[in-house]
């Protein structure tokens, strides 16, 4: 019965540590930051990192889906949310870069 | 250990001397788990682990990334991602060479400090002004070279690059310059004030053979040739010996500091202090440290502590020796000038709470040779003493190169704690020192209240400055006197002297009055 057991919680350690990553995010975008040359964005209690297209040499683009390329939008020389996004519920899908940064890849509203 | 050096130099010569190539890394820290270096290595040569992180943090696999990565022949080195917004530059420089400090020699890359803005918080460009920023950068940058003897490398982004401005351009540059491409040299928006890059990290998503997730990836700007030049052999510390002077205390408050001029892993004090270790099977383990090590020489650290940890703030000296190769020793020495005159009080507080402590001593030894033979044993414990007890013993030795050696032979079971050192002087030989007699005080006994004083004959002087010492050498009042016809008077009341023996110290120019006084 003992080994049973510890068959089990290894199981399911393994589960849920190869498949039960959760690496989404679904809120509203309510902070933009520069950070380290990148953007944060804050959506409720994470903290996500907008990577810049390194391809575009006006650093104004962004390494998310093509849909969202404008995210964020340049005003007073800052970039700032998109004012058409404001106020949108977004899953945000990201992954962890090699800082351990939480690196968007995707978003997409959400009907939440 | 110099072999290895050696056979580590040499393995990275014959990597890079062969063809002109570009120069491939990675930079790796606890996210990337453990790598299979031998996978990473046809690929990338060289890597940066990560060490530490403000003053609390050591990465939990910094020790196999170096020992493993070295091992499969990728060029190592160590980074320290800093904290400025919270700690000093110093405590987080003695933090990274504490950990790290046995990772940077010649054959590794250079120590880098990782500058960029924290994970949370404000930007460092709008935390600190430039000057403070530059300060702090500078003063880790001095501290890690100074206790290394390796010039390290900054690596920081753009904007905090053109933040810094030129004074630090004498560090050389790793630059976070994500585009992707390990053969674009980076735009001068990214360089600041330096004129070139050293380093550039052209990815913060790359994939590598070897390691799980993705990685950051970096270039070596130069040929092979330059890159042997910067891992090849540096300025060497300089080993000097420090004596400090009498007198001398300490608690073992702070963090220990790696000794540079050592091939193990020795963590010391401060700069008068050494250790080594000896015996019949002497190991790593057999080294002391600062009671709360947890690093690499010391295996079940937890493993026969005593409690509590100090008997003065929070940290003691800790002897640990586990498991226990019976017979080897381990010694802590004290470098120190003892050429003041008069007895040296040496004291400390002693724990080894062990009730059958045989095969065991510990002692305290001196050399008045500056280390090279121990002839005076002041002391010996060799019994229980289960609680933290103050231990004192003396010496009249007037070397300038004293070494007080705190050595122990353990069977290595429960540790052994030394806490609250110090080292006084207590003026003897009063009739040696004095050369002027002529002088008497009086009441002696005294009351604590009132001190007279006679000259036998007019001084030609009219003042006189008295200093009253207490037997541990402190001195407990200092007061100028006037004289007249031949006499001072003084008042004590105010120093509140307790019943017990005193110096009295009258000096005037270069006449020394000295007396023992007694107050009841």
Not at chain 2, 77 to 96: D, K, L, R, S
Not at chain 2, 209 to 218: E, F, N, T
Not at chain 2, 499 to 506: D, E, I, K, L, S
Request: charged share 15%; glycine share 8%; with cysteine.
């Amino acid at each position: 019965m003992k080994k049973t057991r510890i068959i089990i919680a290894i199981l399911s350690f393994i589960g849920l540590t190869a498949f039960g990553q959760d690496n989404t995010v679904v809120g509203k975008i309510t902070e933009v930051s520069p950070y380290n040359d990148q953007y944060r964005i804050t959506v409720g209690d994470a903290s996500l990192v907008l990577l810049v297209d390194p391809k575009d040499e006006t650093h104004s683009t962004f390494e998310i889906n093509k849909k969202y390329k404008n995210i964020l939008v340049k005003k007073d020389g800052k970039f700032v949310l998109n004012p058409k996004y404001a106020d949108k519920t977004f899953k945000i899908e990201f992954e962890i870069n090699g800082k351990g940064w939480k690196c968007i890849k995707t978003i997409e509203p959400s009907k939440k | 250990m110099k072999k290895q050096l050696l056979v580590i130099t040499a393995i990275s010569f014959f990597s890079f001397c062969s063809t002109a190539q570009t120069i491939l890394g990675v930079d790796v820290s606890s996210y990337q788990g453990t790598p299979t270096w031998t996978s990473v290595r046809p690929t990338r040569l060289f890597a940066w682990a990560k060490a530490t992180e403000g003053t609390t943090i050591a990465d939990a696999d910094f020790v196999y990334n170096e020992t493993k990565g070295t091992a499969a022949k990728v060029v190592m080195g160590a980074y320290h991602f800093a904290h400025p917004e919270t700690n000093t530059a110093t405590a987080e420089a003695n933090y990274f060479v504490s950990i790290a400090g046995s990772y940077i020699k010649a054959g590794n890359l250079l120590p880098a400090l990782d500058l960029e803005d924290p994970p949370s918080g404000t930007a460092l460009t709008s935390y600190f002004s430039q000057s403070a920023l530059v300060s702090w950068v500078q003063t880790w940058m001095t501290a890690v070279q100074n206790a290394t003897g390796v010039k390290p490398i900054l690596y920081t982004t753009g904007s905090i690059a053109n933040y810094l401005g030129a004074s630090l351009t004498s560090y050389p540059l790793w630059t976070a310059d994500p585009d992707g491409s390990p053969t674009v040299t980076p735009s001068k928006t990214y360089l600041g004030s330096w004129p070139t890059w050293t380093f550039k990290q052209y990815s913060f998503t790359g994939t590598v053979s070897g390691i799980s997730g993705q990685v950051d990836m970096d270039v070596f700007n130069g040929d092979t040739a330059a890159f042997n030049s910067l891992i090849g052999p540096t300025v060497p510390p300089v080993c000097k010996t420090f004596y400090t002077t009498v007198p001398y205390s300490t608690s073992f408050e702070t963090q220990w500091v790696y000794d540079s001029c050592a091939e193990a892993t020795q963590r010391l004090p401060d700069k008068f202090w050494k250790s080594s270790i000896g015996g019949t099977t002497p190991d790593y383990d057999d080294y002391w440290h600062r009671d709360d090590y947890t690093g690499g020489d010391w295996s079940s650290p937890t493993n026969g502590a005593y409690s509590p940890t100090s008997s003065n703030g929070s940290y003691s000296a800790r002897f640990h020796n586990d498991p226990p190769p019976a017979g080897s020793t381990g010694a802590l020495d004290l470098y120190i000038n003892l050429s003041t005159a008069g007895t040296k009080t040496i004291s400390f507080d002693y724990i080894h709470n062990e009730a059958s402590p045989a095969p065991f001593k510990f002692d305290v030894v001196l050399s008045t040779d500056g280390g090279k033979t121990f002839t005076d044993t002041l002391m010996r414990i060799s019994a229980q003493v289960s609680t933290w007890t103050t231990e004192s013993v003396t010496t009249t030795a007037t070397s300038s190169t004293g070494v007080i050696r705190f050595i122990v032979t353990d069977k290595g079971t429960n540790d052994v704690g030394v806490d609250n050192l110090s080292v006084t002087s207590t003026p003897t030989g009063i009739d040696e020192i004095t050369t002027n007699s002529d002088m008497v005080v009086y009441p002696n006994p005294t009351d604590g209240t009132i001190l007279n004083g006679l000259f036998m004959a007019d001084p030609a002087f009219s003042t006189m400055e008295v200093h009253i010492y207490d037997m541990m050498g402190r001195d407990v009042l200092t007061q100028q006197v006037e004289i007249e016809r031949g006499r001072f008077s003084m008042a004590l009341a105010n120093a509140h002297l307790v019943a017990g023996t005193y110096m009295f110290v009258g000096l005037s120019g270069s006449e020394r009055f000295m007396k023992t006084v007694v107050v009841k």
